[in-house]
């Protein structure tokens, strides 16, 4: 079967290029935890990971256990830092997939010390922090709480204490400076009071880019590494190199009369003689109905809008003038004669952050990785 021709195509290659960008920036002494949560940012977790590997990567950061246990079946190694919930329940299983959960909150750290009591090999862990990001993590009044704790934790250890950023794309917000006290603080606690605090990290791909005072003993690139900069504006990420083409083929090339209506709700309607081209990508693939309007696509070289309504399966371009023919490649994420859309300016046009755009590249596009 040959299948609808829409698909991502993602160069690992580039992947390991940012990332060696990066180790460079920060040190090759410094540890780097790539970031890989969230399927790789829709591309694919365990292709790049193991790519990564091959560039000498040891460390990756994950959410949850499940994406975790996905690395370590598709043959994995390293460290594996769970970076949000993690179920004292599951201990026993973290500890035998060699998964380092993080600790955020007394309630649940309390449970993992009942839960690991018995361990004869103790079950590594990393203490997360709120310096000010107001969501999960230790707020530094419940320090004293958390060292009384895990002095009495034989089946625990602490491999490291981090924190997360809240404004690091902001060169001029003071929270990150604010941010970085707060945690050189508690980690001074936690020292003082006898629980070494491990690796300390807090850096993110913005901070890598903007701010040296963030990076500590290691930081944790994820946006970069897939080659889009943390801020819209151009600037030090220009080196990066974006690793996802998001690509399909015109389906069918229509011509329209001047007020003729398209697509549902004919909200889009010709004003003059026009060719549409007819694209099998839709929201369901990520490709948003906010783009109606608003995005554009380049087909045979040449950036054309999107119009009318997006569906779920397929999309509407204005193709006037272009010559388009069926079959022609279209790109909707990447770069062609030399035009580009980036996850910037898809995001733009959904009003959105390219997290969202990359991330949100539905589960029916399949992943292709060129040699
Ligand atoms: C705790 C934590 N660290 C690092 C990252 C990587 O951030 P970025 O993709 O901005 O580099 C994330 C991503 O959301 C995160 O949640």
């Not at 070289?301 to 388009?324: F, I, N, Q, R, Y």
Request: hydrophobic residues 45%; aromatic residues 6%.
């Amino acid at each position: 079967m040959n299948g609808r021709p829409t698909f991502a195509s993602v160069s690992v290659d580039a992947i390991a290029r940012n990332y060696r960008l990066l180790r460079d920036r920060v040190g090759a002494q410094r540890g780097l935890f790539c970031v890989v949560k969230g399927d790789a940012y829709g591309h694919g977790a365990a292709r790049v990971a193991r790519r990564l590997a091959l560039e000498g990567a040891s460390r990756f950061a994950v959410a949850v256990a499940e994406e975790g246990i996905a690395l370590r079946r598709a043959g994995v190694e390293g460290e594996i830092l769970l970076l949000n919930y993690s179920d004292p329940a599951d201990a026993g299983a973290l500890r035998a997939y060699g998964l380092v959960p993080s600790l955020y909150d007394l309630r649940q750290a309390r449970l993992f010390v009942e839960a690991t009591r018995t361990f004869a090999e103790p079950l590594s862990v990393h203490l997360k922090l709120d310096t000010g990001m107001g969501r999960i993590g230790f707020p530094p009044r419940e320090l004293g709480a958390v060292t009384d704790l895990l002095r009495r934790a034989p089946g625990l250890r602490v491999t490291g204490t981090f924190s997360n950023l809240a404004c690091a794309e902001d060169l001029h917000s003071p929270r990150t400076a604010r941010q970085v006290e707060v945690l050189e603080a508690g980690v001074a606690t936690l020292s003082a009071a006898g629980v070494g605090p491990g690796i300390v990290h807090l850096a993110n791909s913005a901070a890598i880019l903007f701010h040296r005072g963030t990076w500590f003993d290691a930081v944790r690139p994820g946006l970069a590494l897939y080659g889009v900069g943390p801020s819209s504006d151009a600037g030090k990420e220009d080196a990066l190199t974006p690793a996802l083409t998001l690509e399909s083929r015109v389906m069918a090339v229509n011509e329209a009369a001047p007020g003729t209506p398209l697509g549902y709700g004919g909200r889009f309607v010709t004003q003059r003689p026009s060719t549409i081209a007819v694209l099998p990508i839709g929201y369901h693939d990520g490709f948003r109905r906010s783009f109606s309007g608003r995005a554009r696509v380049l087909l045979r070289g040449k950036e054309v809008p999107v119009v009318g309504a997006v569906s779920m399966d397929l999309t509407l371009v204005d193709a006037t003038d272009t010559g388009a023919q069926n079959r022609d490649r279209v790109v909707c994420l990447g770069i062609e004669g030399g035009n580009r859309v980036t996850a910037w300016d898809l995001a733009r046009a959904a009003e959105t952050i390219p997290y969202e755009i990359l991330c949100g590249i539905g589960s029916r596009v399949p992943r292709v990785y060129p040699p």
